[in-house]
């Protein structure tokens, strides 16, 4: 770790701003990050607080209303090094995170998200700013919370990416899941919803867009050329009970021509089909390893909590 300070500016201080903080606080002593402060949030809800104490999570008093023009003013005034942005996801136009995110990089800030929106739909033009900027631009969260997925490549330099495919989204394995156990698809929804899994529109999850925003990440990553409007995209609202019952996911699959989200039957001794419940999985097949395997929780206030903090280690080492 470097000496240098580095103050965090936290947008959007709802579950994941929340969860982040207090990761943070607990973790910071432990990772050596001493010279790194959260020094303001700001939040719709709870306004704009600067030098946050600790145990402001317990004290937080809403109703503040924090009018969504000013949120780049806030940028534009903070002295922040670091911009964590976790506001709502927008798979439509990517606002209002995407002017965040653009703001914070052009002032030379660096921008860690968790927002699907800026890194599916605008990741060319944010990853060639940050570039230019020489900031980082990172989404850990994005693609299966703290688990690692896409990252698992900084530890295989040289490798090859041939294919990707997984399962990235835990309410609809969910609901596969307890439809393979009997339930009927509503019920199960209502249960991924009660247990924070699902998006505040359940649409993104049910219909395949969330997965499709997570292969479209992984595929900009890569350097493969795949548009989240390109991207062929069917949900899992027509598997019956018995496909269910037969092993069938939800599967986004990716390689260099090819990028689609659908429910596809799995074999028995396929690893993917023993995948069940909220877990995510991905395997990422490589010239030089063949298949690798990672599997874990891909939602969660701590576990994408995680994944941020991932990120914030990666900027400050
Ligand atoms: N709604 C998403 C899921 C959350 O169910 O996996 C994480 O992106």
Redesign the pocket.
Known sequence: MTSKHFKILILGFGTVGQGFYELFSKKRDSLGLSNVSVSEIVDMKYGHITNPKQGIIKELEGGKTFPQKDVLTAIRESDADIVCEFTWLNLKTAEPAYSHVKTALELGKHVITTN?GPSALKYNELIGLAKKKNVKFLMKG?VM?GTPSFNLLDLLPGAEVISVRGI???????ILTSMEQGKNFSVALKE?QNLG???AD?T??VDGF?TAS?ITIISHILGWKHEFKDIKIEGIRNVTPEQAREKTKLIAYADKTTAYVKPIKLDRDDILSGVSG?T?AIEINTDTMGKVYSMGP??GRIQ?AQAALTDLVTVVK
């Not at 990235?168 to 969910?174: P, V």
């Open positions: 699907k994005t919370a990235m989204n835990g309410t609809t394995n969910y991924a899994y699902a998006e359940p993104n999850d969330d997570k909220v995510n891909g939602a994408t």
